[in-house]
């Protein structure tokens, strides 16, 4: 089966650094991995998607990267900031593609401290 | 406007009992999906429906019955409500590249 693997562990960082949080996947690459985040108590928000092809996309103060040869995918936050404190999620197809749904990796919580 | 809406956000309940959860999209997308999230926060899809019409049921329980009478609505139906079933379940919408989902309800068997 298809498994995404996330450091579950909090991650803190001190305000104004970079925060780069790591998603390993399994088995065959997937045509595009997203990166959500979760808020306590609240349901996940689309953030990004980088596709197999695609080596780094970008959105303000994100960037991801997908390396098929590491089977991995790299969530960065520049200047980051308290608000940025979150659960951030990774995933990818279910299984293979369509409306299948989406395989999650279990989250890494960040913390930035002021 | 809420684009993705879940009643209610709390249910509390014994086991045995029957219970429904309702979702509603007006996103206008197709697709529709719920997702459980145990107490370790691993959420795990469900099933999927597209266009009304169930696309995957992914490993569980046939206690668990998915309704969807309209594409703007999949509600889901829980029978003999077991310990186990407690968890939050979030409701989605979208397409395969990018979910909305509802805020949650959060199941609480006794």
């Known amino acids: 089966s298809q498994k995404i693997e996330q450091n579950s562990e909090a991650l803190n960082i001190q305000e104004g650094k970079t925060a780069t949080l790591t998603c390993n996947y399994t088995?065959?690459?997937?045509?595009?991995l997203q990166w959500y985040r979760q808020d306590p108590g609240r349901g996940p928000v689309f953030l990004l998607l980088i596709r197999e092809n695609e080596k780094e996309k970008r959105k303000e103060r994100l960037k991801v990267t997908f390396d098929t040869t590491l089977k991995q995918s790299l969530f960065h936050i520049t200047a980051s900031q308290p608000a940025d404190s979150a659960t951030y999620l990774c995933a990818r197809p279910h299984s293979g593609g369509g409306a299948d749904g989406l395989t999650f990796g279990k989250g890494t919580h960040l913390i930035i401290q002021p | 406007d809420t684009a993705v809406s879940q009643t209610p956000k709390y249910l509390v309940t014994q086991m045995g009992n029957d219970k429904s959860i309702k979702c509603e999209q007006n996103l206008g997308h197709d697709t529709m999906y719920w997702y459980k999230q145990d107490s370790k926060k691993f959420l795990k899809i469900m099933f999927s429906y597209n266009n009304k019409e169930l696309i995957i049921n992914e490993t569980v329980p046939n206690r668990f019955s998915p309704k969807s009478p309209d594409k703007a609505h999949l509600n889901l139906h829980i029978n003999s409500l077991e310990l186990g079933d407690s968890a939050v379940y979030f409701c989605a919408a979208g397409t395969p590249y990018e979910q909305y989902f509802g805020p949650g309800t959060r199941l609480t068997v006794t």
């Open positions: 088995n065959y690459s997937p045509a595009y």
